[in-house]
């Protein structure tokens, strides 16, 4: 099962303005090959689905920790999208009866990605930039412990290469933030499947990271993650399973040449992580209704009731 806290992984700045376009591209990291979707529903089901867990137990608790921080993935790219597409958070001005008859949200025609609003609203969905589908053909699960492994050391260099794509289109520091977290994160992945590997056999498949070959500290977004610590650190995301994966993430291990030094730690629990913006409603675009004064009084008192 799994662990739900009402947090991003990361804090992220409100938008500065709105800008549809980018949360198009920032769509690729979401439902792209090598997006967020794509390393969770690998490593998800490589975990549900993998052999001898008893006599294998640091691997699978590698890629059962690994799993639910996926899941947090999925969620902090889900809100950069909404919030670039939303703009600036704003007071609540979320009153009914908007005029619709105006077109006003002509604006949405010349967007990238137009049925982000016309279907969704302004939210994200597994999808690429280009607003294909995410689907399962991207999960591999072969059942092969180093094969399953190798291809998870891929997946992670790819979407690496896909996060430094993708913060080279981004002016907002919302979804440059995005990125930067990410490729510390990402970074992280890439180099605990690769000690795995190591573990397993021999090869030091580690010395082929960074991949591709750009430090960290050539972007500013990822100076704060890099200096707290964030490189060395895997999250258990539970109570008290997955800390058989110390083994592997551990043990003396040192951060990756270029990256600040210190030696690689399991830590307990979960990131600190940042609040989630409330993203105010449009009554015109019906979200969350036309004329929502009736949901908000229900939910107020449900709101007193549960106190």
Request: charged share 20%; proline share 6%; aromatic share 8%.
């Amino acid at each position: 099962m799994f662990l739900r806290i009402d947090k991003l992984q990361a804090d992220l700045p409100a938008p500065k303005k709105q800008d549809p376009n980018a949360a198009a591209a920032l769509q690729e990291l979401l439902g792209g090959k090598y997006g967020e979707m794509s390393t969770l529903g690998n490593y998800m089901f490589q975990s549900f689905n993998f052999r001898s867990k008893a006599k294998l137990r640091p691997f699978y608790s590698l890629v059962a920790a690994i799993t639910a921080e996926e899941l947090g993935h999925v969620e902090l790219v889900s809100n950069g999208v909404s919030m670039l597409n939303a703009g600036p958070d704003m007071p609540a001005n979320e009153k009914g009866g908007a005029d619709i008859t105006d077109a006003p949200f002509s604006a949405m025609q010349d967007i990238r990605l137009a049925g982000s609003f016309l279907a969704n609203g302004g939210g994200a969905m597994p999808m690429n930039s280009n607003a294909a589908s995410w689907n399962m053909d991207m999960v591999t699960t072969t059942g092969n412990v180093v094969f399953d492994l190798l291809h998870n050391f891929h997946l992670e260099c790819g979407a690496r290469i896909h996060k430094l794509r993708v913060y080279e289109t981004m002016t907002e520091p919302t979804g440059r933030e995005v990125c930067g977290y990410l490729l510390v994160r990402g970074s992280v992945h890439a180099h605990a499947y690769a000690l795995a590997l190591k573990k397993l056999t021999g090869v030091a498949i580690e010395q082929m990271l960074p991949t591709p070959n750009i430090n960290l500290d050539k972007i500013p977004e990822c100076q704060k993650y890099l200096a707290e610590g964030s490189h060395r650190r895997l999250y258990r995301f539970s109570p008290d399973d997955y800390k058989e994966m110390a083994g592997i993430w551990g043990g003396g291990e040192q951060a990756l040449p270029g990256d600040p030094p210190g030696e690689l730690e399991v830590v307990d629990g979960y990131p600190e992580g940042g609040k989630i913006h409330d993203l105010t409603g449009q009554a015109a675009a019906f979200s969350p209704e036309y004329a929502p004064e009736e949901m908000f009084e229900i939910a107020s008192k449900l709101y007193s009731a549960s106190r």
